[in-house]
Each structure stands twice: as structure tokens, then as C-alpha cells.
């Protein structure tokens, strides 16, 4: 571990870090917090407002760019998360290469990314991003949209049975495991959480592969035929 110094003139304090130093996130200035957020969203994580900050938004990014890279999921800019963000060879967190899954058309689900691709017969992706699941309810596997347990393979306005609205619903695995657009509350049309949080694990679903709504209309059109589902952690 290198050594991380601060100089001291008067009452400022200078953090001076060096790439590939482990840094604490608490010793982040707000500069840094701001250099991390620009880098952050250049790279496609969306961290959200650049102002030194370091919400949930960022938290999320901050996720997302780890998962990307490789790297342990905490949401923290320290260890060695700041230097790797600001390296030239940090990877996106929008694009991103396809697990080892087959071929054929198909849609990969990575449990361990939080991350789902539509490939089409050709092998190109046409799709690609973020989505809340829950491991715990779902096995590593290959699946198949459809009708299962005798419920409908395809619900273009599902319900959760109560206060939800489940948009898009295409189930590949028994019984009311599916796709579905984040859930939406009935008496307004909201969202139950944003966008932002996709990509992460800091919600969890009760099963279902939850999207944002453009990714859910994708799914939606990418499976009126039966559709290999392969999961991955």
C-alpha cells in the first residue's frame, strides 16, 4: 500500500493521492468527488449532478463501475476504486462483453453484474443494461419465455395483486418469474424506484428482472417467439 500524505498550510489540507493508491473515501476532497463524477458519467455509469456529492446516485455509478471493471460492489470511491475510475483503461459501464452463454438468439441475464444483453441469431447485441433481480430466486441456467404453470406467457399489464402495475411482463421461468418494466404504481404511474438504482444491488426484486421501460418495450418486442433466457452469476 502506498503511503497517502497530507500537507498541512494554515487550515487547508491537501490530500495528495498517486494512481494505484489505496485512499480511504472520507480522505476524497470535493474536487475529487467532482473529478470522480465527471469521469463517472463520461464513462456512462451515470452518477448524476457533478457537485462533490457523494449520494445514492453516486453510490450507484459507483456500483455499476465496479461491476464493470471487475471489481467488489460497495458503492465506495475508496480503496482503490478513485484511481481506477480516473485510469485510461476503466471500462464503460454501458457497454460491455457478453458472459460465455452459447449462441443463438437468446438474452443473457448476469447475476453478478446486474446486467442483462439481447443477442440476436447473428450473435450482435442489440440490447444491453441494467437490471434489479434477486439471485436467491433464480439458479444459473438456461430458460425459455413462455406460458408457465399454466399462466400466460406474455402480459402487456401485469399486477402484482395489489397497489402494482408490472408493464411488459414475459416470463422464462416458473412459475411468475419474468421481465417486467420497473413496477409502477397504480394510482399515479410511478415508478417505485428510479432508473438509476438498475445496474445495482441496492434494491431487490421478489424473483421477477426488473428494467427501465425503453429496455421492457425491447424485451417485449425481442419475444413474441419462444426466446432462450441464459442465466449467469
Keep these: 500500500m502506498k503511503v497517502l500524505t497530507k500537507l498541512t498550510a494554515g487550515a487547508a489540507t491537501v490530500v495528495v493521492a498517486v494512481a494505484g493508491t489505496t485512499l480511504p473515501a472520507s480522505a476524497l476532497t470535493v474536487a475529487q468527488n467532482k473529478a470522480a463524477q465527471t469521469r ?10 457533478v457537485d462533490g456529492k457523494i449520494g445514492q446516485m453516486t453510490q450507484a455509478a459507483t456500483i455499476r463501475f465496479q461491476a464493470a471493471n471487475k471489481m467488489t460492489q460497495n458503492g465506495s470511491l475508496g480503496g482503490t476504486t478513485y484511481s481506477r475510475v480516473l485510469a485510461a483503461s476503466a471500462k464503460r459501464c454501458d457497454v460491455r462483453a457478453v458472459p460465455a452463454s452459447g449462441g443463438g438468439k437468446r438474452i443473457v441475464i448476469s447475476q453478478g453484474q446486474n446486467y442483462l444483453w439481447l443477442i440476436d441469431a447473428k450473435g450482435k447485441v442489440v440490447r444491453q443494461g441494467g437490471i434489479i433481480d434477486n439471485p436467491s430466486y433464480l439458479k444459473p441456467g438456461t430458460y425459455s419465455t413462455g ?24 416470463r422464462f421461468a416458473p412459475c ?36 427501465q421501460k425503453s429496455m421492457s418495450d425491447a424485451i417485449w418486442a425481442f419475444t413474441t417467439a419462444s426466446t432462450k433466457v441464459v442465466v449467469v452469476r
Excluded: E, M
Design 40 to 49: 463517472l458519467n463520461a464513462l456512462g455509469c451515470y452518477a448524476g449532478p
Design 147 to 170: 406460458a408457465k404453470c399454466g399462466r400466460a406467457a406474455r402480459i402487456k399489464k401485469n399486477t402484482d395483486g395489489a397497489s402494482l402495475y408490472l408493464n411488459n411482463f414475459v
Design 176 to 211: 411468475g418469474i419474468g421481465f417486467h418494466q420497473i413496477p409502477t404504481y397504480k394510482r399515479n404511474g410511478a415508478q417505485i424506484h428510479g432508473d438509476w438504482q438498475l445496474g445495482t444491488n441496492q434494491k431487490a426484486s421478489h424473483g421477477c428482472i426488473r428494467v
